[in-house]
Nanobody, 120 residues
Framework: VQLVESGGGLVQPGGSLRLSCVVS????????IGWFRQVPGKEREGVSA??????LYEDSVKGRFTISRDDSKNTVYLQMHSLKPEDTAIYYC????????????????WGQGTQVTVSS
């Protein structure tokens, strides 16, 4: 199993970014994919997750972030709008052979992360 994130970068407050997570070695039909973020000194935080039957969002990103997936590309996206400085973190995607969860302990395989920095 391999997950590869991309799309991070530097953006001004109020701006947008789209993160991509290309997944290989598993089928999105059977696995949930979650997006998480982490800043130094803090625990990894669940942002959003998607499966065939359910989508989850952490409260602080509801209405600003949208998770989606393209099964033909085995890719999961995280579209982020109205970004705030507090969204600055390394963003990771991960896979989980169950229903989606925002608890990072539930996830088995992880990507290497992509840095998102929101600053003027």
């Amino acid at each position: 199993v391999q997950l590869v994130e991309s799309g991070g970068g530097l953006v001004q407050p109020g701006g947008s970014l789209r993160l991509s997570c290309v997944v290989s070695g598993l089928s999105l039909d059977y696995y949930a994919i979650g997006w998480f973020r982490q800043v130094p000194g803090k625990e990894r935080e669940g942002v959003s997750a998607i499966s065939n039957s359910e989508i989850l969002y952490e409260d602080s990103v509801k209405g600003r972030f949208t998770i989606s997936r393209d099964d033909s590309k085995n890719t999961v996206y995280l579209q982020m709008h109205s970004l705030k400085p507090e969204d600055t973190a390394i963003y990771y995607c991960a896979s989980h052979l169950r229903e989606p969860s925002l608890n990072h302990y539930d996830y088995d395989d992880w990507g290497q992360g992509t840095q998102v920095t929101v600053s003027s």
